[in-house]
């Protein structure tokens, strides 16, 4: 599987401080996201490492560890500078640099992940790759949680937080993206979509969670 691309790397790199500033408190803004967050919390403290996958700055992983009792989070994300903002806001949290579509770690490695907004980079034709790569190194039974963007459109942006940047980003709809955990071979697949929260807390686009299992 080819590695996400090197223009996604650099320009996270370049955005990484202004993004972090501009993010960091996102998640109080968002009742849904805590109540979603709870209930992946629920189903896997206790039961080993929680994984914040493409955790940018690492405000959803802190979330989980501040808010809702998970204790073994850790974060990972292709830009280094994400890592390094990641590092500094939250140094109770460990934060190692990786590509979700090729995780250096062994099977079964953790009890459940958190996907937030990250397979938005992923063109559809390796997302289910991507999602078997993730199930790979969850532990049998345990849980994915995953949001993204509704929607049918890849849009392309040169610029972000006023830097020269070339990156895609790609919508899904829930059908689809339930289709495309079957072929990667997860069950209990459950959707819950909502409207945006008001424009200045978030980009205008409903949004999408779900909740996958890995077989026992």
Known sequence: MEPI?????SGYDKVAKTYAQEFINEQAKKPMDHE???????????????????CGPGQVGAWLNEHCGVKD????????????????LH????????????????DNSWAGVVAFYCLIHIPHDQIVAALAEIKRVIKP?????????IGTDIVHIDKFFEQDVSMDFV?????????????AGYENIETTVRAPYAPEIE??????YIFARKPQ
């Open 203 to 208: 980009h205008q686009s409903h949004r999408a």
């Open 73 to 88: 989070v850790i974060g990972i994300d292709l830009s280094e500078r994400f890592i390094e903002e990641a590092r500094k």
């Open 141 to 149: 039974g345990g849980v994915l949680l995953l949001t993204f963007h």
């Open 5 to 9: 691309s090197a223009d996604i790397q």
């Open 171 to 183: 919508m899904f709809q829930p059908d689809e993206m339930e289709g495309y955990l079957k072929q």
């Open 36 to 54: 979603m967050l709870q209930r992946f919390s629920d189903e896997v403290c206790g039961k080993g490492i929680v994984c914040d996958l493409g």
């Open 91 to 106: 140094p109770k949290i460990g934060y190692i640099q990786g590509d979700m579509l090729d995780l250096d770690l062994p």
